[in-house]
């Protein structure tokens, strides 16, 4: 029976990396998909931080995902990269994917937001997966600890709101201005987090 899996985790976490890995396996056993992915940090690419990369399909708000599948068949598979950034319509698409074309669907995504808050595309998959699967690598904050939230810092402090500005998936973007402030992303555990200590 076709299947909806979410895998989930942090930024760091090696979505991207198990997203090509699953792409590359099935495909050489004679089985076609589709690699998708939205605002990767390479364009309509998927990257993994280890250096390997592929073409693949990017997601705009409009696209229906459910359309795309019914115009590359027959597939197999979806896989769909950086899923945080999908509206719900559009993981509701994604379930009728597997629903009415018997198609497997691998989604990866980050969880939260700076603010700590689930993403739109993680909460409808975390809602509708039949599988829901946190990745097994853990990134580590600073201290040591398990690194569970992905901190906006401007400036030199952590920051709790402002706009949802979209960053692909890595950790290790340069420092960006963002409306005059120097803006970078940083990995932390909870507890420092919330109190906004930095390493350094
Ligand atoms: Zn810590």
Known sequence: ????????????????????????????????????????????????????????V?????????QLAVDRWPIHYLICDEAQFYSAAQVDQLACVVDQLGIDVYAFGL????????FE???RLLEVADE?????????????????????VVNGRITYEGETVVVGDTVDVPEQPLFGDVV???????????????GR
């Open 184 to 198: 970078r992303y940083e990995l932390l555990c909870r507890g420092h987090y919330r109190s906004g200590e930095l």
């Open 132 to 152: 829901r699967v946190p990745m097994q690598v853990e990134a580590r904050c600073w201290c040591g600890a398990r690194a569970t939230h992905n901190a906006r």
């Open 121 to 123: 595309g993680t909460k």
């Open 111 to 118: 969880i939260t937001d700076f603010r700590g808050l689930l």
């Open 1 to 56: 029976m076709a299947t909806l899996r979410f895998s989930f985790g942090t930024m760091g976490s090696g979505k991207s990396t198990v997203a090509l890995q699953i792409h590359h396996n099935l495909s050489s056993r004679d089985l076609s998909g589709v690699l998708l992915t939205s605002l990767d940090r390479e364009g309509a690419q998927v990257t993994s931080r280890l250096g390997v990369s592929a073409d693949a």
């Open 58 to 66: 990017e997601v705009t708000p409009e696209l229906d995902l459910y």
